[in-house]
């Protein structure tokens, strides 16, 4: 009988939303193959050991053209997500932009020439609100279509650039490509892997509080935070689309709360009856560090509730609620 359970190819697979999409897809038991430089933590493991699904894990660079249009020939995916992303701050900027665009947007163009060439049939493109830009900073959702793009750093430049280089190329080559622009995620799995500068500041706080030290956040830090779970639920749902009516999804949470409700309502569980936390006083040092001076527009999901069915499903409480239960099963100290 021949196997008609579809192959899905991540770039990224061993990354904070890779391995979220990895444990959705294996959960619905579908075969993975994931493609990261950095290894699988042994939490990510052990846990994926128990999944319905079929996954291989295998070790390289979405920089490595040679290496991974063997993988491709090898395993011959029907699906393929490109996740793997270099997520700069100012310093890695200033150090080493090159390697921001060989990652986001080089290594784009290389895995879809290599998959139209393999023979893959669906590709999803993982770009972000950061293309957004200062965009972010006007009233009102920010849409698709109808919002401008003015990225600001070198990543919301390089992911504008992604996109563009993606379509075209999509065109040339007949592919069936979708991009869905990433919202601001947390949750399980979000750790230092030496690519992502700036940790999410729901993950920030919830660091110092658990190890007893005060939180001075900058301002509240109101945002449409997307829980990872969430995020990795959109991504499918764009994924497993038939018909997408248009070639780009915003994929958020679609409801706003703040880091000062996410301390306060930490503050209200187990452990962290003496959490110590606060907007800092004028003149006084945050400790939390916030991505941009301003708190970015939401973005616009009715495309995507429209076009896949996606529901968020995790609120400020729920997400609380399950990062808390994830941590005390993983016991994994890089999350602490």
């Not at 290496?67 to 020939?73: D, H, I, R, S, T």
């Not at 400790?287 to 973005?299: F, G, L, T, V």
């Amino acid at each position: 009988m021949v196997d008609t359970v579809p192959v899905t190819f991540i770039t990224g697979a061993a990354g904070f939303v890779g391995l979220a999409l990895v444990e959705h897809l294996l959960a619905r038991g579908e075969t993975v193959v994931g493609w990261d430089v950095a290894p699988l933590p042994e939490a990510a493991q052990r846990a994926l050991a128990t999944l319905p699904g079929r996954f291989t894990a295998l070790r390289g660079d979405v920089g490595d053209a040679a290496a991974l249009e063997a993988a491709l020939a090898l395993h011959r995916p029907q699906r393929l997500v490109l996740l793997a992303a270099v997520t700069a701050a100012a310093e890695r900027e200033r150090r080493a932009p090159e390697c921001i665009f060989a990652v986001n947007l080089v290594a784009v163009t290389t895995a879809l020439r290599l998959a139209a060439a393999q023979g893959v049939q669906r590709v999803l493109l993982a770009s972000s609100g950061s293309a957004y830009g200062a965009s972010g900073r006007l009233p009102g959702p920010l849409h698709e279509t109808d919002t401008p793009l003015q990225p600001e750093g070198l990543y919301g430049i390089s992911k504008m650039a992604a996109e563009a280089a993606a379509y075209r190329l999509a065109d040339l080559l007949g592919m069936d490509l979708r991009i869905g622009r990433l919202g601001t995620c947390f949750g399980p799995w979000e750790r230092d892997t030496g690519v992502r500068d700036t940790p999410s500041a729901p993950l920030q706080a919830l660091r110092l509080l658990r190890a007893r030290q005060p939180v001075r956040l900058p301002r509240p830090l109101r945002r449409d935070w997307l829980y990872v779970r969430d995020a990795a639920a959109a991504i499918a749902g764009l994924l497993d689309t038939e018909a997408p009516s248009q070639p780009i999804y915003n994929l958020a949470a679609g409801f706003e709360w703040s880091v000062a409700d996410w301390c306060a309502w930490l503050a209200t569980q187990p452990g962290f009856e003496s959490a110590d936390w606060g907007i800092a006083a004028e003149g006084d040092a945050a400790n939390i560090e916030p991505y941009a001076d301003y708190d970015r527009a939401s973005m616009d999901i009715t495309a995507l509730r429209r076009d896949t069915g996606f529901v968020p499903h995790y609120d400020l409480p729920r997400a609380g609620a399950d990062f808390l239960a994830w941590l005390q099963r993983s016991a994994a100290p890089a999350h602490v």
